[in-house]
């Protein structure tokens, strides 16, 4: 009867502890949505922000982005470093040397990267994940952009933040918001994030800027982003 008693103490004590490591399992894993910007980089619209995909994930995207069409890949092959690459149309701008030979619209290629050096996933709950990175780094760098950014996630309320800055067409200071209500539901609105940012793009003394588009209408972007199962991502602003 004592060694009974001392086995289901035993197993009490088992089953409590497995529910504890669970606990603590689910609280390090657990994560806002990330939100991707239309270069394909963690970030919200057109500007980026600390947050980045996990290792081994591969995408592909397309943004129209006036006037502008943007083709992106994207693969992450560290959790620290994030590698994309875009090919920007230019729209109704035919190539100087061969558009007339039927080659089409101008376009330009761009590689990025960026270095998180913090995470929250490392275990830096109480500090915002800090990142450093370069836009189109390589070849004629008409795109080129250096910056740094901070971005914090308050998990219990569905929200994250950034504030960054940067030089070359990312012009100085700029910021980020996003809110994921729906995250803990079951249902299709899982994927559901609300975000804005202040767009610090220099449009208009930008030197291969598209001639059409120079002007700012405002330096507010605000939009939704749905992701599907991490599959499908849709965006609007």
């Not at 830096?124 to 070849?139: L, M, Q």
């Amino acid at each position: 009867q004592e060694l009974a008693l001392g086995m289901d103490k035993a197993a009490s004590c088992l089953f409590q502890d497995l529910k504890i490591v669970e606990e603590i399992d689910k609280k390090v894993h657990d994560a806002l949505p990330l939100i991707i910007n239309y270069q394909l980089q963690g970030g919200y619209f057109t500007m980026p922000s600390a947050r980045t995909y996990s290792a081994g994930t591969f995408g592909f995207g397309y943004a129209y982005v006036a006037p502008y069409n943007i083709w992106s890949l994207g693969f992450q092959f560290f959790d620290h470093i994030e590698t994309t690459g875009n090919y920007w149309v230019y729209r109704k701008w035919l190539d100087p040397m061969f558009g007339h030979m039927g080659f089409g619209d101008y376009a330009e290629r761009a590689a990025n990267v960026k270095f998180i050096l913090l995470r929250r996933e490392d275990g830096f709950d109480y500090v915002p994940d800090f990142a450093i990175g370069w836009n189109d780094f390589f070849g004629s760098c008409r795109f080129r952009s250096f910056y740094v950014a901070a971005t914090k996630e308050w998990l219990s309320q569905d929200l994250e933040a950034t504030l960054g800055w940067g030089c070359g067409r990312i012009d100085g200071f700029y910021g980020g918001i996003a809110w994921s209500p729906w995250r803990r539901c079951s249902h299709f609105l899982k994927g559901l994030s609300f975000a804005a940012e202040y767009d610090a793009n220099n449009y208009r003394k930008h030197l291969f800027e598209h001639p059409k588009g120079r002007e700012v209408k405002s330096r507010i972007n605000a939009g939704i982003q749905w992701n599907f199962r991490d599959l499908i991502r849709l965006s609007a602003s």
